[in-house]
T-cell receptor
Framework: NAGVMQNPRHLVRRRGQEARLRCSPMKGHSHVYWYRQLPEEGLKFMVYLQKENIIDESGMPKERFSAEFPKEGPSILRIQQVVRGDSAAYFC????????????FGEGSRLTVL | ELKVEQNPLFLSMQEGKNYTIYCNYSTTSDRLYWYRQDPGKSLESLFVLLSNGAVKQEGRLMASLDTKARLSTLHITAAVHDLSATYFCAVDIEPGSGYALNFGKGTSLLVTP
């Protein structure tokens, strides 16, 4: 499957634990984007990364959330000390350029915080 | 705050019928995107509308953009069951960014025999 791969697809955490979500972009894509979809809401932009660089994190909550895209390996969205309000679907997208206007999305990681 | 509003949010229609989904937005963006999502699946890009008056068609779906009215429509012609999905419209949070998109809540479409 040459698409955007996200794992885990489903993750359950208790309040206060850490959640790590991974995203491998499509082959040949070097730009990664993370979005969050809260229940009954549309997707909201969180962060845009290139290899080893955060380009735009204007949509990231100021605390507990971080993202990276290392030189080797997948992009990781990390949520520390999760709270119930973090329960959502987290989508990763990739593109071959930064501003093509067409994003290729993964199937999402659904986080449930108990 | 940028608002993207779709209506209807839920739509049940019979096969063979026509219908239009509306997307209103609150910025001066001249670019609008339509995506489709099947349950539990990824979002698939349907159309990228790049300027006022743009019209694109793919099969039974046709999308148009009126930037003056800040309105896009997704028209469904002679619906078939395979079109059952959730359809999202989105606009650039900052005009021209192309990646930081604000999505509507989606229109869940069910096509019945």
């Amino acid at each position: 499957n040459a698409g955007v791969m996200q794992n885990p697809r489903h993750l359950v955490r208790r309040r206060g634990q850490e959640a790590r979500l991974r995203c491998s972009p499509m082959k040949g894509h070097s730009h990664v984007y993370w979005y969050r979809q809260l229940p009954e809401e549309g997707l909201k932009f969180m962060v845009y990364l290139q290899k080893e660089n955060i380009i735009d994190e204007s949509g990231m909550p100021k605390e507990r959330f971080s993202a990276e895209f290392p030189k080797e390996g997948p992009s990781i969205l990390r949520i520390q000390q999760v709270v119930r309000g973090d329960s959502a679907a987290y989508f990763c997208a990739s593109s071959p350029q930064g501003t093509t206007g067409e994003l290729f999305f993964g199937e999402g990681s659904r986080l449930t915080v108990l | 705050e940028l608002k993207v509003e779709q209506n209807p949010l839920f739509l049940s229609m019979q096969e063979g019928k026509n219908y239009t989904i509306y997307c209103n937005y609150s910025t001066t963006s001249d670019r609008l995107y339509w995506y489709r999502q099947d349950p539990g699946k990824s979002l698939e890009s349907l159309f990228v509308l790049l300027s006022n008056g743009a019209v694109k068609q793919e099969g039974r779906l046709m999308a148009s953009l009126d930037t003056k009215a800040r309105l896009s429509t997704l028209h469904i012609t002679a619906a078939v069951h395979d079109l059952s999905a959730t359809y999202f419209c989105a606009v650039d949070i900052e005009p021209g960014s192309g990646y930081a998109l604000n999505f509507g809540k989606g229109t869940s479409l069910l096509v019945t025999p």
